[in-house]
């Protein structure tokens, strides 16, 4: 063997792996399904007691204020939202904080979601991006699949990828396809 020449050296990561991580970037914090579906339980208690609390939170000056209103106006859901007093402050004290009764609903629900472990700007991007997705499918289901599909949208003919040409609405995967494979 020659002196000059080196062994070849093990890759130092190999291409089959499997990993056990989210991927790249900066890992979570909160998983984002726990902070959507906490926004939609929140919606749903505000929209209960907005009427009477709207107005005693939004003249509130301080934290006092905050947790008063809250347990005068919402007793029932008070003990969820007490210790985010100073949170629900800080929402309704931005500048765009919305006039509406139904948009400071989803705004205030969607900025409280991630506490105390996001910040209300993150929530607010991570419920935002979940309804746009959300929005993008398509209402339509697949009734048939064949080598040809028939869509409730109308389009008769050949699927793409286990999907309608026309509208995209995906092909469901039943039970009896599972057991049959």
């Known amino acids: 063997m020659l002196k000059g020449k080196k062994a070849p050296q093990l890759p130092q ?3 089959d792996t499997f ?7 900066r890992p979570w914090k ?5 902070v959507i579906g906490r926004a939609g339980n929140y919606r749903y208690i505000f929209t209960q007691v907005w009427p009477a609390l709207r107005g005693p939170l939004i003249a509130a000056r301080n934290e006092q204020e905050v947790v008063q209103a809250l347990q005068e106006t919402a007793k029932p859901y008070a003990h969820d939202f007490v210790p985010l007093a100073s949170d629900i402050l800080y929402v309704i004290r931005e500048t765009k904080f919305p006039k509406r009764s139904k948009a400071q609903i989803g705004f ?10 996001l910040e209300p700007r ?7 991006e ?4 959300e929005r993008t499918k398509s209402p339509h289901k697949i009734l048939r699949k064949e080598f040809y599909i028939e869509c409730s949208c109308g389009y008769q003919g050949p699927a793409r990828d286990n999907t309608c040409r026309e509208c995209g609405a995906e092909i469901p995967v039943s039970i ?3 057991l049959i494979r």
């Open 13 to 15: 990561k190999i291409l």
């Open 19 to 25: 990993s056990r991580t989210r991927g790249r970037g």
């Open 30 to 34: 909160v998983p984002h399904p726990t």
């Open 108 to 117: 205030l629900a969607d900025s409280l979601a991630g506490r105390p472990n």
């Open 122 to 128: 993150t929530s607010r991007d991570i419920c935002g």
């Open 130 to 133: 979940a309804r746009s997705t």
């Open 176 to 178: 009896e396809e599972l």
